[in-house]
């Protein structure tokens, strides 16, 4: 059974720094492109970062360049979010995802390129 369980969400003060873990089971984890997306309330869920399947490649939304760092493990099965420098705006539940493609990670940026989702972890930034 495929499955995808975030973790490391939380409360947190503007400035502060969290890491979200995503833990892969049920499938050959090397062989999919990982990524996070966001979702705030009343808004559309929109792309945060990718990674290729070897890791080789990453890709970041313009919002979250330069404070945000997305990694794998591929021995571990797991995918991370280190999350630096928070703002308010940040806020929202963070989903990872998986896309069984071999496509760049620079391409991996829409909804539909990803088949596996886990259910999301809250963050929550305040000023």
């Known amino acids: 059974q495929v499955q995808l369980v975030e973790s490391g969400g939380g409360l947190l003060q503007a400035g502060g720094s969290l890491r979200l873990a995503c833990a892969a089971s049920g499938w050959t984890f090397a062989g999919y492109a990982m990524c996070w997306f966001r979702q705030a309330l009343g808004k559309e869920r929109e792309f945060v970062a990718s990674?290729?399947?070897?890791?080789?490649?990453?890709y970041y939304a313009d919002s979250v360049k330069g404070r945000f760092t997305i990694s794998r493990d591929n021995a571990n099965n797991t995918v991370t979010l280190q999350m630096n420098s928070l703002k308010p705006e940040d806020t929202a539940v963070y989903y990872c995802a998986a896309g069984g493609t071999v496509l760049p990670a620079a391409v991996l940026t829409r909804r539909y390129q990803y088949e596996y989702w886990g259910q999301g972890t809250q963050v929550t930034v305040s000023s």
């Open positions: 990674i290729s399947r070897s890791g080789g490649s990453t």
